[in-house]
């Protein structure tokens, strides 16, 4: 067989994880008849020929976007590597380091590169590393599906439903603002809805924040939080929704790690009543231990794992079936390369996805999202945002919801652009260089509390 026959074989075989490369010479003997040695990974025909990132923040929110360019003229991948929080240490670990170790490399060697790549530090797993390795990660495959005509769906396996069903954020100061923000939500069509309620007098997840004292410094700006009214209020609301709603309307909450695991399983508790369709983040990665416990307390699905950067921090809580849904943010653990494998460990254990989804992942992040959802058997849900004006035209191909389900193009690859130009006009702001509210929520007698 010759070397463009082969080539086509790896095309063909879509990123799936053949040991191609690994197996003896029998194996590959119906391949490659005249015993001629397979080409090593780097010996595609087309090279990597640039890699660089696109820092811009069209809805104000600063996005990582990384472009890798091919030696085929106008071919070209996107993928997502937003952090939010760091966004120029992940644009240096692209530009700086993973840059130099890509360029003349076969883009069509995803598999490859993602492992070479993620060795190439020695140490790795953590938010800044995995983050450039997603960006690259997502746009090999965007080239692959560009190359071979089809969208990412397609060469994932093909659509397991029609559109993706998603779920959006209700909240609200008091009971009856939050009744009217799901009803908002339903008008649309949305089935799913998350419902965060504001504590009177202090800063909330979800349900806007309260600066404390916005004459500080940026960096010294303090949201007092305490977590018991909380803990005591949501039940209520739930009681109060299923009320006024009735059955039929999915609840989702957040507790977004910030309160005390004692805290954390009794609010839980308290909520299976009203048979939300899960909780979110109930412990923090940290009090990982506690999720055996809550097991045995509660059948209140749970969601897990936006923070999580390393398949140590899942495994356990997956195999053991401690959690129902994963809900890790796709580019924080090495981007769809590992997040195909993920989504296969959880259908085998019955666990479901629902890939983080907020405004610090880029359209291109949804995108990505989006095109797993399509193909995964075990697909839960989708957590959803519209996209502005300005992110369209940023994003030209930006995913589209509809009634209640995200939809994407059957546009080759992950179906969207970047136009730069656009990107250029909404620079992220370097002043403040990040949003200093992370690490400045303390509990009112100034002790520091998580986000
Ligand atoms: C969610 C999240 C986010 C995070 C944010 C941090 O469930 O959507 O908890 O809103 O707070 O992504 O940067
Ligand atoms: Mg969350």
Redesign the pocket.
Known sequence: MNRRHWLAHLSLAGGISLPLFSAGRSALAWQNPAGAPPPPPSGGKHKITDVCTILTAPAGIRLVVVKVLTSQPGLFGLGCATF??RPRVVATAVDEYLKPFLIGKDPTQIEDIWQSAWLSSYWRNGPVLNNALSGVDMALWDILGKRAGLPLYQLFGGKCRKAVDTYRHARGDSLEAVEASVRNFQSQGYRHIRVQIGVPGLAT??AGGRLDDAAARDNSRVETWEPKTYCRLVPRLFEHLRTKLGDEVELLH?V?ERVPPILAMQLVKDLEPYRPYFV??PFSPEDIGYFEHLRKATTTPIAMG?LFNSRHEWLDLVSRRLIDFI?V?ISQIGGLTMARKMAAMCELFAVRTAW?????VSPVGHAANIHLDLAVPNFGIQ?AREFSAAEQEVFPGCPVLKEGYYWVGDGPGLGIDLDERAAAKFPIKDDPPFDYSWGNLRLKDGTVTK?
């Open positions: 939010t929080q997840y979800g957040d977004h979110e983040d936006e809900r943010h983080h989804g907020p405004g610090d957590e986000p």
